[in-house]
């Protein structure tokens, strides 16, 4: 069988209250809008990263971040992580997940409560998005998962050949 070729960039969302009021650097970009094409990282002047916290282990990752609400009153934002490209290239690939959405497992906390986390996936090959194309043929944006490679192995080898053409399989 053809072997699919895509990446998938994936931002995690969290949409947060930030309530306190404090001084330090506006360095932040990690807010993000809705645009045409997607999320933009723009930057808020309201909401400001004070801190950074990075763990890495064998088993997992974990990031701390602290977030200000540097004016007199609450303000709600977008906040944004990019995560890394998954590509289906990778022999070894070990996500902690069989959710084909978030796939990284991703969770978010505001105050230590759990808030939701809406996910927006890609799917980019020679930097052309090409999502719609596997959205309209029931592609799980998931290449690690066996269910995505179970739809894969129904697709017919006209299509693969079409894909294979635009650099999304390999033939």
Same mark, same amino acid.
């Given at each position: 069988?053809?072997?699919?070729?895509?990446?998938?960039?994936?931002?995690?969302?969290?949409?947060?209250?930030?309530?306190?009021?404090?001084?330090?650097?506006?360095?932040?970009?990690?807010?993000?809008?809705?645009?045409?094409?997607?999320?933009?990282? $723009?930057?808020?002047?309201?909401?400001?990263?004070?801190?950074?916290?990075?763990?890495?282990?064998?088993?997992?990752?974990?990031?701390?971040?602290?977030?200000?609400?540097?004016?007199?009153?609450?303000?709600?934002?977008?906040?944004?992580?990019?995560?890394?490209?998954?590509?289906?290239?990778?022999?070894? $690939?070990?996500?902690?997940?069989?959710?084909?959405?978030? $796939?990284?497992?991703?969770?978010?906390?505001?105050?230590?409560?759990?808030?939701?986390?809406?996910?927006?996936?890609?799917?980019?090959?020679?930097?052309?998005?090409?999502?719609?194309?596997?959205?309209?043929?029931?592609?799980?944006?998931?290449?690690?998962?066996?269910?995505?490679?179970?739809?894969?192995?129904?697709?017919?080898?006209?299509?693969?050949?079409?894909?294979?053409? $635009?650099?999304?399989?390999?033939?």
């Amino acid at each position: 069988m053809p072997q699919l070729r895509l990446a998938l960039p994936a931002l995690c969302l969290a949409c947060a209250a930030a309530l306190f009021p404090a001084g330090g650097a506006r360095a932040n970009d990690s807010s993000a809008e809705l645009a045409a094409g997607g999320l933009v990282f $723009i930057r808020n002047m309201e909401v400001e990263m004070a801190s950074e916290e990075l763990y890495i282990s064998t088993k997992e990752v974990r990031v701390r971040y602290v977030f200000r609400n540097v004016t007199d009153k609450p303000v709600t934002a977008l906040i944004a992580f990019p995560m890394p490209d998954i590509t289906a290239s990778e022999e070894n $690939i070990s996500l902690p997940t069989e959710d084909p959405v978030n $796939i990284l497992d991703f969770k978010t906390r505001v105050n230590g409560t759990p808030v939701r986390t809406d996910v927006e996936q890609k799917v980019s090959v020679l930097g052309i998005d090409r999502t719609a194309l596997l959205i309209e043929h029931k592609v799980p944006l998931a290449p690690h998962l066996q269910s995505t490679r179970a739809v894969l192995d129904t697709l017919p080898r006209p299509l693969w050949d079409e894909w294979a053409k $635009i650099g999304l399989a390999l033939a």
